[in-house]
């Protein structure tokens, strides 16, 4: 019987007397259909599922890795915490308080002084608030010999406490001798109550925008 009268002769009311070739293909078929179904309604969910956890096994384990590391460097982290630290608390140590502003404005005085400058004005200017410090403006000028005026500025560089000299100008005066104009700026670091005014402050300045 060739392929073709096989498939004739089926008779779907006794599917158990089809001849073998077309068992053979609707068992295939049967079973490709039981396979797309499985696909379907359910495979692919379980395939999403397994890649789901194959990227989070993936995300742990770089994060393992990671804090694994920080471990083994635990303790060279904790001394470079500790040297920035000290670092920190020499830097802020060099920062005036309030109260110290004024002692700072009689060391730049008498530090013109012990060069044989004359002080024409010495007047500090309104404070400008950061996060945590103040920036003070203080307006100088005096007069003196050339060299004079730069140890002057050397001097006032290497004060204990942190002052820097900007805008400087240094013109010849009437008198013959030379004028110098600049701004020292020092820094203060503001305390408890004013880091709460500045930061509400800074906090109400965002709400408005």
Not at 154 to 166: C, E, F, G, M, P
Request: contains cysteine; proline residues 4%.
């Amino acid at each position: 019987m060739d392929l073709l009268a096989q498939f004739r002769a089926i008779n779907p009311r006794d599917p158990g007397l089809m001849p073998p070739i077309p068992k053979a293909v609707c068992l295939l078929a049967l079973v490709v259909l039981l396979i797309l179904a499985a696909w379907f309604f359910d495979w692919s969910d379980q395939m999403a599922r397994v890649g789901g956890s194959e990227a989070a096994e993936i995300a742990l384990k770089s994060e393992y890795k990671t804090k694994a590391a920080q471990a083994v460097n635990l303790v060279a982290y904790e001394r470079q915490y500790k040297e920035v630290d000290v670092t920190f608390g020499a830097m802020l140590r060099q920062l005036p308080n309030r109260q110290q502003v004024e002692s700072l404005l009689v060391q730049i005085n008498q530090a013109g002084l012990q060069r044989g400058l004359q002080f024409d004005l010495i007047k500090p200017g309104a404070e400008s608030l950061r996060e945590f410090y103040a920036e003070l403006p203080i307006q100088i000028r005096v007069t003196g010999a050339y060299h004079d005026l730069g140890g002057f500025a050397n001097d006032v560089a290497h004060l204990s406490r942190i002052v820097t000299l900007s805008d400087m100008t240094i013109a010849p005066t009437k008198d013959g001798v030379l004028g110098m104009d600049t701004v020292a700026r020092t820094f203060r670091y503001l305390d408890e109550e004013e880091s709460l005014a500045q930061r509400k402050a800074q906090k109400a300045l965002k709400d408005r925008k």
